[in-house]
């Protein structure tokens, strides 16, 4: 990510590939609005997660009002929650859209990078200042949308902030299909 100019998180986890069933998932779950796919991909969060690491706060990536309307819920806010408890770490709900951003998909990395950059800003600046974030989002592609969170929450003091999504997509390899049913949910899997 250092090579796209993305900075800001200290460490990024997910549980797998953003391919095969578990992309099907996260979509039913995002655009289907299947939101009882929660507690199966809150589990795949989980298990990414090293045992050791320890956080003050879990952050969601938040979604702008508009395209909450439209959804219903936000995905990330929902995925945080699940781990928040599991971990017993308060969800601070610290980040906001300030700024409407058309959809990353199908944008090149450096129009990604654009269309994020300035979008959040903290709504809870003394939440966050000297702690330990994990912020939560579904599906990382280049890492724009963490980096400009992370951004806004290095600027209300945040001392260290580690990524956690479900999958990572990587448009560089054409890896094989990722059955997530094979995979036991209390397993360790380290990502990018």
């Known amino acids: ?108 990395n450096t129009a990604r990078r654009k269309n994020v950059a300035a979008a959040f800003d903290t709504v809870r600046r003394r939440s966050v200042a000297g702690r330990r974030i994990l912020l939560v989002d579904d599906v990382m592609t280049t890492g724009s949308t963490a980096a400009a969170c992370a951004a806004a929450l290095r600027r209300a003091g945040a001392t260290n902030i580690t990524l956690l999504t479900v999958a990572r997509a990587d448009r560089r390899l054409n890896a094989a299909s990722f059955d997530p049913s094979e995979h036991q949910p209390g397993s360790s899997r380290n990502g990018e």
């Open 1 to 108: 990510m250092c090579r796209n100019g993305l900075r800001g998180f200290d460490a990024a986890y997910c549980f797998g590939s953003y391919e095969g069933v578990l992309r099907e998932w996260i979509h039913l779950y995002k655009y289907g609005r299947v939101k009882t796919l929660v507690r199966p991909l809150g589990e795949l969060l989980a298990a990414a997660l090293p045992s050791g690491e320890q956080w003050d706060a879990v952050v969601p990536v938040p979604l702008h009002w508009r395209r909450r309307w439209r959804r219903g819920f936000n995905q990330s806010d929902l995925l945080a929650r699940f781990v928040a408890m599991r971990r017993n770490v308060p969800v601070i709900p610290a980040l906001k859209r300030v700024r409407y951003t058309p959809t990353q998909t199908g944008l090149s």
